[in-house]
Protein backbone atom coordinates (compact mmCIF):
# COMPACT_ATOMS: atom_id res chain seq x y z
CA UNK A 1 0.00 0.00 0.00
CA UNK A 2 2.84 2.58 0.92
CA UNK A 3 4.29 1.66 -2.38
CA UNK A 4 1.38 2.81 -4.32
CA UNK A 5 0.75 6.00 -2.48
CA UNK A 6 4.18 6.86 -3.32
CA UNK A 7 3.40 6.48 -6.75
CA UNK A 8 0.63 8.32 -7.12
CA UNK A 9 2.03 11.46 -5.04
CA UNK A 10 3.87 12.75 -8.29
CA UNK A 11 0.44 12.18 -10.01
CA UNK A 12 -1.80 14.57 -7.64
CA UNK A 13 0.78 17.12 -7.71
CA UNK A 14 0.46 17.20 -11.69
CA UNK A 15 -3.53 17.08 -10.97
CA UNK A 16 -3.09 20.18 -8.63
CA UNK A 17 -0.78 21.93 -10.89
CA UNK A 18 -2.76 21.61 -14.15
CA UNK A 19 -6.05 23.24 -12.06
CA UNK A 20 -4.05 26.07 -11.50
CA UNK A 21 -5.10 29.02 -14.22
CA UNK A 22 -1.63 31.01 -15.55
CA UNK A 23 -2.90 34.47 -15.80
CA UNK A 24 -0.36 35.95 -18.22
CA UNK A 25 0.66 39.78 -18.60
CA UNK A 26 3.25 42.46 -19.46
CA UNK A 27 4.28 45.60 -18.02
CA UNK A 28 1.72 48.57 -18.64
CA UNK A 29 1.00 50.63 -15.33
CA UNK A 30 -0.92 51.54 -13.90
CA UNK A 31 -2.87 48.36 -14.47
CA UNK A 32 0.17 45.66 -14.69
CA UNK A 33 3.61 46.01 -13.36
CA UNK A 34 6.12 44.30 -11.10
CA UNK A 35 6.97 45.96 -7.36
CA UNK A 36 9.14 44.12 -6.18
CA UNK A 37 8.93 40.42 -5.98
CA UNK A 38 5.43 40.50 -7.06
CA UNK A 39 2.71 41.69 -9.89
CA UNK A 40 0.36 44.46 -8.68
CA UNK A 41 -1.79 46.91 -10.58
CA UNK A 42 -5.61 47.81 -10.96
CA UNK A 43 -5.99 44.99 -13.58
CA UNK A 44 -4.28 42.19 -11.22
CA UNK A 45 -6.29 43.27 -8.25
CA UNK A 46 -9.02 42.04 -10.21
CA UNK A 47 -7.83 38.78 -11.04
CA UNK A 48 -6.75 38.07 -8.08
CA UNK A 49 -10.15 38.84 -7.15
CA UNK A 50 -11.91 36.90 -9.65
CA UNK A 51 -9.99 33.96 -8.32
CA UNK A 52 -11.25 34.57 -4.87
CA UNK A 53 -14.53 34.65 -5.69
CA UNK A 54 -14.46 31.53 -8.02
CA UNK A 55 -12.34 29.33 -5.75
CA UNK A 56 -9.92 28.93 -8.79
CA UNK A 57 -6.32 29.35 -7.83
CA UNK A 58 -3.94 31.63 -10.05
CA UNK A 59 -0.35 32.32 -10.91
CA UNK A 60 0.22 36.09 -12.11
CA UNK A 61 3.39 35.79 -14.55
CA UNK A 62 4.44 38.63 -16.95
CA UNK A 63 5.55 37.70 -20.01
CA UNK A 64 6.58 39.97 -23.32
CA UNK A 65 2.74 41.13 -24.54
CA UNK A 66 3.11 38.60 -27.68
CA UNK A 67 4.05 35.90 -26.42
CA UNK A 68 1.57 35.82 -23.62
CA UNK A 69 -1.00 36.32 -26.81
CA UNK A 70 1.11 33.26 -27.94
CA UNK A 71 1.16 31.43 -25.33
CA UNK A 72 -2.60 31.76 -24.05
CA UNK A 73 -4.52 30.58 -27.24
CA UNK A 74 -2.54 27.51 -27.66
CA UNK A 75 -1.73 26.15 -24.00
CA UNK A 76 -4.41 24.72 -21.31
CA UNK A 77 -5.38 26.45 -18.11
CA UNK A 78 -3.87 29.89 -19.30
CA UNK A 79 -5.12 33.04 -19.81
CA UNK A 80 -3.86 36.57 -20.59
CA UNK A 81 -4.91 40.31 -19.61
CA UNK A 82 -5.34 42.93 -20.12
CA UNK A 83 -6.32 42.43 -23.72
CA UNK A 84 -8.21 44.51 -26.27
CA UNK A 85 -11.40 42.58 -27.89
CA UNK A 86 -11.13 42.68 -32.25
CA UNK A 87 -12.33 40.76 -34.64
CA UNK A 88 -8.73 39.17 -35.65
CA UNK A 89 -8.66 37.65 -32.00
CA UNK A 90 -12.20 37.06 -31.07
CA UNK A 91 -12.57 33.14 -32.07
CA UNK A 92 -8.84 33.02 -30.31
CA UNK A 93 -10.10 32.69 -27.27
CA UNK A 94 -12.64 32.69 -24.72
CA UNK A 95 -13.76 35.94 -23.26
CA UNK A 96 -14.15 37.51 -19.84
CA UNK A 97 -14.77 41.32 -19.22
CA UNK A 98 -15.22 44.12 -19.99
CA UNK A 99 -13.20 45.13 -17.22
CA UNK A 100 -12.77 48.62 -18.20
CA UNK A 101 -12.58 50.81 -21.24
CA UNK A 102 -9.52 52.30 -22.46
CA UNK A 103 -8.79 55.68 -24.94
CA UNK A 104 -5.85 55.62 -26.39
CA UNK A 105 -4.96 59.04 -28.01
CA UNK A 106 -2.31 61.31 -30.23
CA UNK A 107 0.16 63.06 -27.92
CA UNK A 108 2.89 66.16 -28.84
CA UNK A 109 4.85 68.06 -26.32
CA UNK A 110 3.17 70.99 -24.99
CA UNK A 111 5.93 73.34 -26.52
CA UNK A 112 5.11 72.72 -29.98
CA UNK A 113 2.39 74.95 -31.62
CA UNK A 114 0.21 72.38 -33.21
CA UNK A 115 -3.64 71.37 -33.22
CA UNK A 116 -4.04 67.71 -34.82
CA UNK A 117 -8.03 66.99 -35.34
CA UNK A 118 -7.03 64.98 -38.14
CA UNK A 119 -4.36 62.14 -38.31
CA UNK A 120 -3.97 63.54 -41.76
CA UNK A 121 -2.89 66.88 -40.78
CA UNK A 122 -0.11 65.41 -38.57
CA UNK A 123 3.79 66.62 -40.41
CA UNK A 124 6.69 65.07 -38.95
CA UNK A 125 7.16 60.88 -37.38
CA UNK A 126 4.70 59.43 -35.21
CA UNK A 127 6.23 57.07 -32.61
CA UNK A 128 4.55 53.99 -31.36
CA UNK A 129 5.57 50.73 -30.38
CA UNK A 130 4.98 47.83 -33.05
CA UNK A 131 3.89 45.49 -30.29
CA UNK A 132 0.80 47.72 -29.62
CA UNK A 133 -2.28 46.93 -31.68
CA UNK A 134 -2.80 50.83 -32.26
CA UNK A 135 0.32 50.68 -34.47
CA UNK A 136 -1.52 48.20 -37.18
CA UNK A 137 -4.40 50.32 -36.90
CA UNK A 138 -2.47 53.53 -37.92
CA UNK A 139 -1.09 51.92 -40.31
CA UNK A 140 -4.30 50.65 -42.01
CA UNK A 141 -4.96 54.46 -42.33
CA UNK A 142 -2.41 54.49 -44.79
CA UNK A 143 -0.11 56.49 -43.12
CA UNK A 144 3.53 56.84 -43.92
CA UNK A 145 5.28 58.44 -41.39
CA UNK A 146 4.74 55.79 -38.93
CA UNK A 147 8.21 55.40 -36.62
CA UNK A 148 7.69 51.98 -34.73
CA UNK A 149 9.59 51.39 -31.93
CA UNK A 150 10.57 48.74 -29.38
CA UNK A 151 8.97 50.03 -25.92
CA UNK A 152 7.31 53.21 -24.67
CA UNK A 153 10.20 54.50 -23.33
CA UNK A 154 12.12 54.82 -26.33
CA UNK A 155 8.54 56.67 -27.78
CA UNK A 156 9.11 59.03 -25.13
CA UNK A 157 12.68 59.67 -25.00
CA UNK A 158 12.28 60.29 -29.23
CA UNK A 159 9.63 63.07 -28.58
CA UNK A 160 12.00 64.35 -25.58
CA UNK A 161 15.33 64.70 -28.31
CA UNK A 162 13.01 66.15 -30.84
CA UNK A 163 13.36 63.22 -33.06
CA UNK A 164 9.71 62.65 -33.63
CA UNK A 165 6.89 64.72 -33.39
CA UNK A 166 4.21 62.45 -32.59
CA UNK A 167 4.04 59.30 -29.71
CA UNK A 168 0.68 57.64 -28.68
CA UNK A 169 -0.46 56.22 -25.48
CA UNK A 170 -3.83 55.17 -23.22
CA UNK A 171 -4.54 58.30 -21.38
CA UNK A 172 -4.14 56.12 -17.89
CA UNK A 173 -0.91 54.81 -18.89
CA UNK A 174 0.89 57.87 -20.62
CA UNK A 175 2.57 60.00 -17.41
CA UNK A 176 3.91 56.79 -16.11
CA UNK A 177 5.75 56.43 -19.89
CA UNK A 178 6.46 59.93 -19.76
CA UNK A 179 8.07 59.60 -16.19
CA UNK A 180 9.82 56.86 -16.64
CA UNK A 181 11.55 58.80 -19.71
CA UNK A 182 12.32 61.87 -17.46
CA UNK A 183 9.91 63.99 -19.44
CA UNK A 184 7.37 65.92 -16.87
CA UNK A 185 3.37 64.85 -18.07
CA UNK A 186 2.75 68.77 -18.43
CA UNK A 187 5.11 69.21 -21.22
CA UNK A 188 2.82 66.75 -22.82
CA UNK A 189 0.15 67.82 -24.90
CA UNK A 190 -3.32 65.66 -25.89
CA UNK A 191 -4.66 66.07 -29.35
CA UNK A 192 -6.76 63.67 -30.53
CA UNK A 193 -8.44 60.44 -29.78
CA UNK A 194 -7.52 57.87 -31.65
CA UNK A 195 -9.30 54.12 -30.31
CA UNK A 196 -12.03 53.59 -27.86
CA UNK A 197 -12.11 49.98 -27.06
CA UNK A 198 -13.21 47.61 -23.98
CA UNK A 199 -10.40 45.26 -22.19
CA UNK A 200 -11.02 41.82 -21.43
CA UNK A 201 -9.08 38.91 -20.03
CA UNK A 202 -8.94 36.15 -22.80
CA UNK A 203 -8.73 32.56 -21.63
CA UNK A 204 -7.13 29.98 -23.61
CA UNK A 205 -9.79 27.73 -25.73
CA UNK A 206 -8.53 24.44 -23.76
CA UNK A 207 -9.94 26.18 -20.87
CA UNK A 208 -13.50 24.64 -19.57
CA UNK A 209 -16.30 26.68 -21.11
CA UNK A 210 -17.56 26.53 -17.48
CA UNK A 211 -15.15 27.67 -15.51
CA UNK A 212 -14.38 30.99 -17.90
CA UNK A 213 -18.62 31.37 -17.64
CA UNK A 214 -18.05 31.28 -13.38
CA UNK A 215 -15.16 34.01 -13.58
CA UNK A 216 -17.93 36.17 -16.30
CA UNK A 217 -20.70 35.31 -13.58
CA UNK A 218 -17.98 36.73 -10.88
CA UNK A 219 -16.94 40.13 -12.85
CA UNK A 220 -20.64 40.56 -13.27
CA UNK A 221 -21.28 40.17 -9.23
CA UNK A 222 -18.27 42.84 -8.43
CA UNK A 223 -19.89 45.29 -10.93
CA UNK A 224 -23.26 44.93 -9.30
CA UNK A 225 -21.81 45.12 -5.71
CA UNK A 226 -19.38 48.04 -6.34
CA UNK A 227 -16.22 46.21 -5.78
CA UNK A 228 -15.41 46.94 -9.41
CA UNK A 229 -15.64 50.34 -9.10
CA UNK A 230 -13.73 50.79 -5.79
CA UNK A 231 -10.56 49.11 -7.01
CA UNK A 232 -11.13 51.92 -10.34
CA UNK A 233 -11.54 54.79 -7.83
CA UNK A 234 -8.38 52.99 -6.02
CA UNK A 235 -6.07 52.97 -9.21
CA UNK A 236 -7.78 56.38 -10.47
CA UNK A 237 -8.97 54.31 -13.90
CA UNK A 238 -12.12 56.49 -14.12
CA UNK A 239 -9.93 59.83 -13.66
CA UNK A 240 -6.80 58.88 -16.00
CA UNK A 241 -7.90 61.20 -18.38
CA UNK A 242 -5.64 64.17 -20.36
CA UNK A 243 -7.74 66.10 -22.74
CA UNK A 244 -7.44 69.17 -24.59
CA UNK A 245 -10.25 71.16 -22.62
CA UNK A 246 -8.29 70.52 -19.29
CA UNK A 247 -5.42 72.49 -20.94
Known amino acids: MKWM ?10 TVQADELRMLTDNHPPLHFQQGPRMTGFAVEVVQALAQRTGDPVQVQQ ?4 RALRDASEDADTAVFTILRTQERESRYQWVGPLMRTETALYTRSSDDLQISDLHQTRGQIAVPRKWLVYSYLKQQGLDNL ?13 Q ?8 ADTMSVSTFANNAGLPLEQLRYQMPLMHQDAYIAFSPKVDAAKVARWQRALDAMKDDGSLQQLKQRWQIDHARYHSTEQ
Open 63 to 66: RPML
Open 5 to 14: LQALLPLLSL
Open 147 to 159: WGVDSPEIMMRLL
Open 161 to 168: IGRVQYVV
